[in-house]
């Protein structure tokens, strides 16, 4: 009778150590192009980067060559070149509710704060990817009709300059009574629309 007991505990801690094992490949190189292969699935619904992630992780299993041998991004090769100018914070956010166009409020954001190292263009795009999965957890309806919203601004944070969007920078698009997607200034009040605000360093650069 007390083996079944003894088995809980064991359980519980394979079950952490995976987790844990899951955390620390998404640090690696390999987790990270995943990561964004997700979020371009998410965003621009291409089967080409569902195959990506399927290609990255199956490689990973199966790869046995020294981490060296590992190919790294464009971020990873400059982190050690890149220069200190922190801190860097901001956040992507959905919000805003008209009761004739969604059934439920939605409000969610997605947050960085980054001591030294801004964030760059594809982890921008993966930000908006995760804030379109936290809108789908709400309302698959609300997610669904700020669709427009999430492509302008994925969009948006392509073009952002070399060195970043800076401090003070302000973007959104809402959809306006009609349905159409419009500048958050021009969608009217508590238009249901998705936000991009810098509060301090900057974003979504190659540097």
């Known amino acids: 009778m007390a083996a ?16 844990v ?33 399927r290609n990255l992780i199956q490689g990973e299993e199966e790869d046995t060559a020294p981490p060296q041998a590992i190919p790294q991004t464009q971020a990873d090769t400059d982190t050690a070149t890149r220069r200190c100018d922190g801190p860097h914070r901001g956040r992507f ?24 190292f801004a964030p760059q263009r594809a982890e921008g795009r993966g930000m908006v990817s995760l804030l379109l999965v936290q809108t789908q957890a709400i309302s698959r309806q609300g997610a669904g009709l700020r669709g427009a919203c999430f492509s302008r601004m994925s969009q948006h944070v392509n073009s952002a300059p070399p060195s970043g ?26 238009a249901p629309r998705v936000d991009l605000e810098v509060q301090a360093g900057r974003a979504f650069g190659d540097v």
């Open 93 to 116: 956010q959905a919000q805003g509710y008209r009761p004739s166009q969604e059934p439920r409020p939605v409000e969610t954001s997605v947050p960085w704060v980054r001591d030294c």
């Open 165 to 190: 969007f800076t401090a003070g920078h302000r973007a959104g698009w809402g959809i306006n009574p009609a349905g159409q997607v419009r500048r958050n200034t021009a969608a009217g009040p508590n």
């Open 21 to 53: 094992a899951g955390a620390v490949w998404l640090m690696t190189p390999a987790g990270q192009r995943a990561s964004q292969s997700l979020g371009e699935a998410i965003v621009d619904g291409g089967a080409t980067a569902v195959d990506n992630i």
């Open 4 to 19: 079944p007991a003894a088995a809980v505990p064991a359980a519980v801690y394979v079950a952490g150590a995976g987790l």
